[in-house]
């Protein structure tokens, strides 16, 4: 534990201090905060599908209720910005523990049909219900987060915000892994029958974890909203599940480090390929393909693997802990 | 008009849709039946044979017959090479990397058909002309009796394919214990591609023959193997009339929400999809088998 901590500072004091310090605002910063809300939507959908094993294709639907929750409450209703988040946070898990019970109970590929149908049918209804949510042209106007009189409008500040709450989710991360619960989560992960047997009432269990990963995703979702102060539907649709689970996946499944790998790569990956235009889409689908068949674990597991190797075959003994 | 020809006119309309989610159904139901594997990617392959059919009649300018025939062929050598190069290497394959693995290769063949095609919404002309019929109050194309006789025609081929061919037979063996066909002899290997074969051409079919109703773009194979997948799952993942029925009940039922709510209309197929899952996941004509540890 003592090791998994010091990891933990030295990793928030690199992106608290070093990365600000040396992106002075611009653009790049503004890439970062969204490296860090997409870190958080990462590791949300990790914990459910790299520690509990449970696929969900819905991720977006979660993300984009928050967000518009808080838009709503916030704009057209004058909540205040803070207690709206809690709300759509407290609402969405709600809804997720209701949906969870009936969804939970499939496995496998149909489990992630239908998350996939729930989140269309979340978008399909933002989309349609422009009365409370402007339809496919958007939302706009939502107020900037603010305590007092500091108001959290630019980039460095929402930096500091964003990857205040991002490293906080992630500190809870690490230290469900190393409960009771996360042994639990793994155990129905490796057989759901034998983790019941053990006595862990992995029905309950799968549906709480599920209902915390739409928690933090509402939670970044409504970060998003008063970043931008502005949502529109098309941000919250099935690609962007897809690409969720593309961060989870590449970055390695049930590692807290690897989905900030992921979520880093698969938000600069557009940056990069800027020049290649539309190309990207099939390096996309590549990439998803090309990973999962060469390298399951992960960037995490290809860079531990490097490093042993190295370690091998510098240090001719080595390799002792891999 | 009156309610009972308006009436009419949905339920014709909806059975035409219907036939075009069975046939895509077929597709999951077969590729499932022998690998155990839901192909995301089956959507693909329907678009894949309307953009290729747009291609082989536009661009080179070859008869309709010979550029749905070219289209189909040019398909299910995609789905070969599908099966050979993404679904094949994996060497412990799990649900989880299959439903990743199709996904990637869904995105893929989307951007290959948007660099190759472009952007734009094509149409294939119909058939046989656009001069209306009447048939009991309301109108139909000569196309959607197209539809309908090609679905038929498919469906007889195929039952009778599984019924009656060694080939058929090898590949239901596979569906009940691929490891019990293994050991009686099957090639469960050439049973998994000519799987891939058989559902990329059905698919294909599928995406030429409502081309010159619906256009088609890259990105059309998307909602449409979805809602085949609806289609397959209402008749619980059978490779028959189980899966045909559940498509076409699902075009119908699509076509009549259309008439209360046009913009709701996609979202029909999705709850039925969950109602499905939630309370009759073998589907709606089966009985509930128990569950193997």
Known sequence: MQRELLKFALFAALVLVVAPLYFQGGYILNVLVFVGINTMLAIGLNLLLGFAGQISLGQAAFYGLGAYVSAILTTTHGFNPWLAMIFAALAIGALAFVIGFPILKLKGHYLAMATLGFGIIVYIVINEYVDLTGGPSGFPGIPNLSIGSFSFDSDMKNYYLIWGATLGVMLLAINLARSRIGRALRAIHDSEVAAQVLGINARLLKVQIFACSAMISSLAGSLYAHYITFVSPSTFGFHFSVELLTMVVIGGLGSIYGSFLGATLITLLPEILRTFHDYDIIFYGALLMIMTIFLPGGLIQGGTLAWNFLRKSWGGKGGADA | ?293
């Open chain 2, 1 to 293: 008009m009156n309610l009972t020809d308006q009436l009419t006119q949905y339920i014709l309309s909806g059975l035409s849709t219907g036939a075009i989610y069975a046939l895509i159904g077929l597709g999951f139901a077969i590729i499932y039946n022998s690998t155990g594997i839901i192909n995301f990617a089956q959507g693909e392959f329907v678009m894949f044979g309307g953009m290729l059919g747009v291609y082989f009649f536009h661009k080179q300018g070859l008869a309709l017959p010979i550029a749905f025939l070219l289209a189909v062929v040019v398909t299910a050598l995609c789905g070969v090479i599908f099966e050979r190069f993404a679904i094949r290497p994996l060497r412990r394959p799990t649900p989880m990397n299959m439903v990743i693995i199709t996904i990637g290769g869904s995105i893929f063949l989307r951007g290959v058909a948007m660099i190759a095609w472009g952007k734009d919404t094509h149409v294939l002309p119909t058939f046989s002309g656009d001069e209306p019929i009447s048939f009991a109050g309301a109108t139909l194309l000569p196309q959607h009796l197209w539809i309908f006789a090609i679905t038929i025609l498919l469906i007889i081929g195929t039952k009778l394919f599984f019924s009656h061919t060694i080939s058929g037979k090898a590949m239901s063996a596979c569906a009940v214990n691929r490891r019990a066909a293994g050991l009686v002899g099957i090639d469960v290997r050439r049973m998994i591609m000519f799987s891939f074969i058989l559902s990329s051409a059905i698919g294909a079919m599928a995406g030429i023959i409502i081309a010159p109703l619906t256009m088609t773009s890259y990105d059309v194979g998307v909602m449409l193997g979805l809602k085949g997948f609806c289609a397959a799952i209402i008749g619980g993942m059978s490779s028959g009339l189980p899966t045909v029925i559940g498509g076409l009940l699902l075009g119908v039922l699509e076509s009549l929400g259309a008439g209360f709510s046009s913009g709701y209309k996609d979202a029909v197929a999705f709850v039925i999809l969950l109602l499905i899952l939630f309370f009759r996941p073998q589907g709606l004509f089966s009985r509930g088998s128990s569950e193997r540890v």
